[in-house]
């Protein structure tokens, strides 16, 4: 099991010690949905299966500065009341600076971008706003265990 599966349950609980709780996880339907739109906004962008799963999860995440991207509020099959960053939604957003362009963003935190560098075929945490290489991970799995470590610290 990725590391970050246990930390997502420590994060869990924590948010469940203050009367909140996590995202319900995503449909396989608003994960097809999600998939279809990304092809027709972005092209030919797989997402990686360590992502697919975290949603399976929880439908993105806000906590303690860390958020991870979910499915968009207007590809869910049911109506939420609540404030969902959305990948589709926020990756646009970030292409509004060319050189950003190269980077699949998957989460952001005050100080950082956690993003998918399609150049380089590499997973990155990136400085944020200038964009400086922080550190680099082997795989999804690894940089979100890395993100949700520096939040729980």
Known sequence: MPKWKDLLIEIKKI??????????????????????????KFGNILLPEAYIEFLRNVNGL???????YGVDKVLLD???????????????LWYENEWQK???FFGDSDTAWYCYD???????????PSGTLIQSFENFDFMLSDAFETILL
């Open 15 to 40: 948010e469940e010690k203050y009367g909140s709780s996590l995202r319900k996880p995503t449909t396989a339907t608003e994960i097809i949905k999600m998939n279809h739109n990304i092809e027709q």
């Open 62 to 68: 806000d906590f303690n500065g860390l958020v991870i």
């Open 78 to 92: 049911n109506e939420v009341d609540e404030d969902i960053h959305g990948f589709i939604e926020t990756n646009e």
């Open 102 to 104: 190269k980077y699949i």
């Open 118 to 128: 399609q150049q380089e075929s590499v997973y990155v945490e990136l400085d944020k």
